[in-house]
């Protein structure tokens, strides 16, 4: 339930996917670093940026699937290691190549280190349903204090980068808003139109936890001879505010014996379903932390006129999932259009991301990082 953020130097960074077949594949990784844009850093040297190699290493730790329907070949690995580690803050891009073919990426894996705490900027949080839009209305508003602690900063508007997100979300993420106040040590955004969210509904969950048994939220599993199918029980656009305890679009691979969970985890066909008389005029796409945040054509909803419902199939690995319906715009651009009626008491998690370059500086430093969960009391 948090990003894939650590402190430089301290714990590990696990990376986990699979390969759908039982074909051993020579897999190699490269890390990038990237300014705070995610653009990559272009003024730095390999050896700038990692102890060890920063590209041509092979991911050892490889294991088969046992006794699931679907076969796939299991891969792990942890950032830092012993060939790797990284010695900068910020953000970072992890490519996955097959040796060979080194020049197209299979995967790519994106995750953050943030100074240790000694030589952080201070981030606090504070949410309200107060807005320049409405009083405990259909928003939640962000407020933000940065303290530049130890940092000497004399043009904040060039040095200072920030990033606010709802529930790890960068299809919404705001960038770089100017504070309402700048002072010789900190700067405060206080009422910023930039930082009004849509509160939202809470995410409808689900769990995907054995081929047998039909577990929370899934209406019944079928088999068609080649795959196991799991029917999620129809749902509605929710116009009422429903309280349900969710995990803000997180998710957890599992079964229902929760061991060795990433090579006995079988995958299932797992179909969604959206009632409704007649179609949008947008594009429905499914969003989680499982679809990357991302409005991906594996996961948009298809319309069913003959039925009266959007739907989508999704390959699904056991596990616990949150998702929600987001819309877009014909060029697949996120819409404000919401499916759910938007309401203040929802619960949402809010991520701030703040990077820092000195003067003569060569690349962005993350230098703050804060996560605070909204719950109406």
Known sequence: MDLPIMELNSGKISIDFDDLSHTYRRLTYRLEHCEADWKPSVGLFDSDVVDGFIS????????????????????HLDIPNDKCRPKLSGNYRLSVYDD??????????????????????????????????SINGEQQ??????????YVVTNPYQQIKTVILQNRNWLDARWNSKPQYV????????????YIFWAGNEYRK????????????????????????????????????????????????????????????????THFRLNTPSPYPYRIF?????????????????????????????PLKFGYYNYQFLAADGQGKLSSFRIDKSHY????????????RPQSGRTDKLVGYANVRFIKK
């Not at 041509?56 to 891969?75: A, F, M, R």
């Not at 081929?211 to 939220?217: L, N």
């Open 206 to 269: 689900f769990e995907i936890l054995s081929t047998d048994i039909a577990s929370m939220g899934v209406d019944k599993i079928g088999w068609d001879g080649n795959n196991y199918h799991a029917y999620l029980f129809p749902t509605a656009p929710i116009l009422n505010y429903l309280y349900d305890e969710d995990a803000d679009g997180a998710f957890l691979i599992r079964n229902s014996d929760n061991v060795e969970i990433n090579t006995t985890s079988d995958y299932m066909l």
């Open 56 to 75: 041509g290493n092979t991911i050892d730790d490889v294991k088969e699937s046992t006794l699931t329907n679907t076969l796939y070949t299991h891969y």
């Open 100 to 133: 060979d073919d080194t020049n197209h990426p299979l995967l790519t894996a994106c995750f953050m280190l943030v100074e240790p705490a000694e030589n952080s900027m201070g981030v606090r949080l504070n949410i309200t349903t107060q807005t320049d839009q």
């Open 286 to 314: 499914l969003n989680g932390d499982w679809t990357y945040n991302r409005l991906l054509p594996a996961y948009e909803m298809i319309y069913n006129a003959a039925g009266g419902y959007y739907e989508a199939v999704v």
């Open 345 to 356: 008491q929802t619960e949402n998690s809010y991520q701030s991301l703040v990077y820092f």
């Open 183 to 194: 002072m010789s040590n900190s700067l405060r955004w206080s009422h910023n139109q930039d």
């Open 141 to 150: 508003q962000v407020e933000m204090l940065l303290d530049f602690g130890n």
